[in-house]
């Protein structure tokens, strides 16, 4: 009798044991909240919700999980050595970021042009249909600077900038009216003036810009066998611009780093082509569209009081 009832107890305390680790298994679905607080500037919240078993963890998951736990205990040791700091009054209230002011930076990206030719005068006779010779296209490294000035309204930002950029694009292809001939087109500058309206969310800016365009552009007819310049021409070509970009200041209170892209409605125009060699003869006249678009990553210094809205 008393093994028997030594056994009913034993039998309970494994069905209790059991059910014990199964209840731990269970509870192996994590809710992880870190909040760390910003002693300049309220409170930021991260929620972490991660749902999984510990005993179906697969040795990756582990260590990714054991570098996330590594990097979370990092920032909260960061964040308890910040320590209290002394009363100094209330402080300023400031609208959305800090945008407002002049600005200097530097740009880097890629440029890409699409010429397409089609002559309409050949030694002084129109060419009626105009003759298609051909399109070619370059991409290439682009660098250069910029500077403007902010006004910000709240949320949102107004201002004006200039932007000048060095290029090197060039392209040829073989004419398809002088079959001698390799059309061959480059251009080494760009300019942009424009205005430009943005939206900001605290450190983030969101802007379009629009204004004018110029690009410093060069022809040249080149006999395909010798590789010489036959006949050339020279322009520099204003159209419309039209951009949009993101920048992002909040690692820095002067500093802030942009994306943008840029397209130049260029359309066509005639360009009139001399001869090299000899006596300088009014060849031809080709019609040469052009598209151009621009892709840059920025970086700003920017300078000038926060716009304040308030004080307490």
Not at 85 to 112: H, K, Q, V
Not at 137 to 166: K, L, M, P
Not at 242 to 258: C, H, L
């Amino acid at each position: 009798m008393v093994s028997r009832v030594g056994r009913t107890r034993g039998q309970a305390l494994q069905r209790r044991a059991a059910r014990q680790a199964s209840q731990r298994r269970t509870r192996n679905a994590f809710l992880l909240g870190v909040i760390v607080q910003r002693q300049t500037g309220g409170t930021l919240s991260v929620t972490l919700c991660l749902h999984t078993t510990l005993a179906r963890l697969g040795l990756m998951t582990k260590f990714l999980m054991a570098v996330f736990f590594l990097a979370v205990s990092a920032v909260s040791a960061g964040a308890a050595d910040l320590g209290a700091r002394p009363y100094s009054g209330a402080p300023a209230i400031y609208a959305d970021g800090n945008w407002g002011g002049f600005y200097i930076g530097a740009n880097l990206g890629e440029a890409a042009s699409t010429n397409c030719w089609s002559n309409t005068v050949l030694l002084g006779v129109p060419t009626v249909p105009s003759f298609a010779e051909g399109c070619n296209s370059a991409a290439g490294v682009t660098v250069g600077g910029q500077v403007g000035y902010r006004w910000q309204f709240g949320s949102w930002v107004a201002g004006v900038e200039a932007q000048g950029n060095w290029a090197d694009l060039r392209a040829s292809n073989q004419s398809q009216l002088f079959g001698a001939l390799t059309n061959a087109s480059k251009t080494d500058a760009v300019g942009l003036f424009t205005g430009q309206v943005g939206y900001t969310w605290s450190d983030f800016l969101l802007y379009a810009k629009g204004g004018a365009g110029v690009t410093n552009d060069r022809y040249n007819g080149v006999i395909t066998a010798t590789n010489s310049v036959f006949d050339t021409a020279r322009e520099t070509r204003w159209s419309g611009v039209a951009g949009i970009g993101g920048e992002y200041g909040g690692f820095s209170p002067n500093w802030s780093v942009a994306v943008e892209w840029d397209h130049f409605f260029r359309g066509d125009r005639n360009i009139g082509f001399t001869t090299v060699s000899g006596p300088a003869i009014a060849f031809r006249t080709d019609r040469i569209r052009q598209d151009f678009d621009m892709v840059t990553a920025r970086i700003n210094y920017r300078w000038g009081d926060r716009p304040v809205v308030a004080r307490y």
